[in-house]
């Protein structure tokens, strides 16, 4: 080997190094944020769960916006109102992709459209999702839906009070298994009660951040054996969530197609869709269109559920609040019948609870990341082409230089001053009248948010209208106090299981519940 030959190889091999050592750090140019470590960047502070309250200790040190290092993947977190508005609202084409899941791939196959780039079949999906939740469309098809299954609600609340966190959950799948596929669940236990809960359990886990191995910064990790590392199950738990996708909207659609074989469709998104496709050609895959189904009932029905189990959880631990709410509801209703819909403008109180249910505790705690399809700068510095862009709603929700005053305290009274929809304030130039950021923002926000703001507002009202709620009570007569922080791990955030009193507040508000619930039976039978 020649002394010229060894220098080249010398210098290619240190190069090399070099190089190496280069993945993981930051750009100067880019927002300031923790220190990196070459290779890996910062994944070593990632933790395997709870990464949403890192993100705000994050957001709290380095203000505004700022960045991590995933390996080589640039991550930009909005950590406050005007970067979220200034980047993700405005330049909502240039934001609205989403980055690549080798896991969601697993447990999706790519046909899931909230992990999927904003591709053209993607945007064919939202459209479709977007027409058949809009609000007129709700207003005028759903509206006699919601009514009836909330007074089961209440009808359910009644008769087996300890139940109560099924029914919260029956009665979000309820209605929009009855929209999407034209099935009602009667109860819980039925298929169509639960069974978007069986889809979802353990997809949040799958998905959560930190829950796996850092496998789109290192392809390695594919074909690394699992159990020598911190994550032994990844595979598994993903392949696992995969097959109940496949399994429960798979039957789901079995259910539609061999009713519509006897001769029966109904008014549904799912008999709209297949006399569309039949007719013109399907523009997805089977599986696409399983999953589309699938994903509507999701979006309508856990997070949904979730917000709902959160408002009766802190309602119990803070009473104080529904005698707010009902001073207004008794003077609208009085006892002879419950709140409808046509009252959200007499009840403002009800919206602020709603409002910060959401933002308390947002459902999807770390926000779904975004990926910028071109470069970017945000007040001088560099946001690179193809970066994970956090929206992170739970740090943006607790963090007092968001304009949340004592944000890890549910108040409602923080709301008195926003009494529209949150849709209204996700649109608005006046980022800091902004109310909260549970539905995400941008061109991805969820496209349930018309269904979820009508669906929580007729429950929290019937129910406070109807019933007290109280932390439990012992043997000895004392109440027992409710963990606010018992909430479920991963990337869907709902409280973990747990006991409460519930108490109809009069004889004149069983007689009312009784009577609405004679009139709501007529309308089941033809979602049975």
């Known amino acids: 080997m020649t002394p010229t030959t060894l220098s080249i190889i010398i210098a290619l091999l240190s190069y090399g190094v070099y190089r190496v050592l280069q993945t993981g750090k930051r750009d100067p140019r880019m927002p300031k944020g923790p220190p990196t470590l070459p290779i890996i960047g910062n994944l070593h502070q990632i933790p395997m769960t709870g990464f949403y309250k890192q993100l705000r200790e994050w957001g709290k040190e380095y203000k505004g916006i700022y960045s991590l290092k995933f390996g080589s993947t640039n991550v930009i977190v909005c950590a406050d109102r005007k970067s979220v508005h200034d980047m993700v ?24 459209m909230v992990l999927s780039s904003n591709d053209p079949l993607t945007r064919e999906k939202r459209k479709v999702t977007t027409h058949n939740l809009s609000p007129r469309n709700i207003d005028e098809k759903v509206a006699p839906i919601q009514e009836s299954e909330i007074t089961q609600l209440m009808f359910d609340f009644l008769e087996k009070p300890e139940d109560f966190y099924k029914h919260l959950r029956r009665v979000t799948s309820s209605i929009a298994c009855t929209l999407v596929f034209g099935q009602r669940g009667a109860t819980y236990d039925s298929f169509w009660g639960s069974c978007v809960y069986e889809a979802l359990a353990s997809f949040g886990e799958c998905l959560e951040p930190g829950a796996n191995p850092p496998v789109d910064e290192f392809p390695i990790f594919k074909y690394w054996p699992a159990r020598l590392t911190p994550w032994p199950n990844w595979q598994t738990r993903a392949l696992g969530s995969r097959d109940c996708f496949d399994r429960i909207w798979g039957k789901a659609r079995e259910f539609v197609e061999e009713r519509r074989r006897s001769g029966v469709k109904r008014d549904c998104v799912a008999d709209q869709l297949l006399d569309t496709y039949e007719a013109k050609g399907f523009p997805f895959s089977q599986h696409a269109v399983n999953m589309l189904l699938g994903e509507m009932v999701e979006g309508g029905a856990e997070t949904t559920s979730s917000s709902l189990l959160t408002v009766v959880l802190a309602l119990a631990i803070n009473p104080q609040y529904q005698e707010k709410a009902r001073k207004e509801i008794d003077a609208v209703c009085g006892t002879e019948r419950s709140p409808t ?42 946001i690179p082409k193809d970066s994970m862009i956090f929206v992170p709603a739970w740090a943006l929700h607790h963090n007092e230089n968001n304009g949340y005053e004592d944000p890890d305290t549910f108040n409602p009274d923080r709301f008195l001053n926003h009494p529209k929809l949150a849709n209204d304030y996700a649109g608005s130039p006046d980022y800091n009248m902004r109310d909260h950021y549970g539905y995400g923002a941008g061109r991805r926000m969820c496209p349930g948010i018309h269904l979820a703001e009508r669906n929580q507002f007729r429950m ?46 009069s004889q004149a508000h069983v007689d009312t519940i009784r009577k609405e619930m004679a009139e709501a039976r007529k309308h089941f039978a033809k979602w049975e």
């Open 341 to 382: 819909w046509t009252d959200f403008k007499d009840l403002p109180y009800v919206n602020c609870i709603v409002k910060e249910g959401m933002r308390y505790r947002p459902v999807i705690s770390s926000g779904l990341p975004h990926r910028n399809n071109a470069e970017d700068t945000y007040e001088g510095m560099l």
């Open 460 to 505: 929290v009202s019937k129910l406070l209208w109807a019933f007290e709620i109280r932390e439990p009570l012992n043997e000895k007569g004392e109440r027992v106090p409710l963990d606010p922080e018992a909430y479920e791990s991963g990337l869907l955030h709902a409280p973990l299981p747990f006991k409460c009193e519930i108490k109809v507040r």
């Open 89 to 112: 609202d405005k330049k909502g084409l240039m934001y609205a992709d989403r980055p690549f899941s080798h896991v969601g791939h697993m447990i999706t196959g790519g046909d899931h």
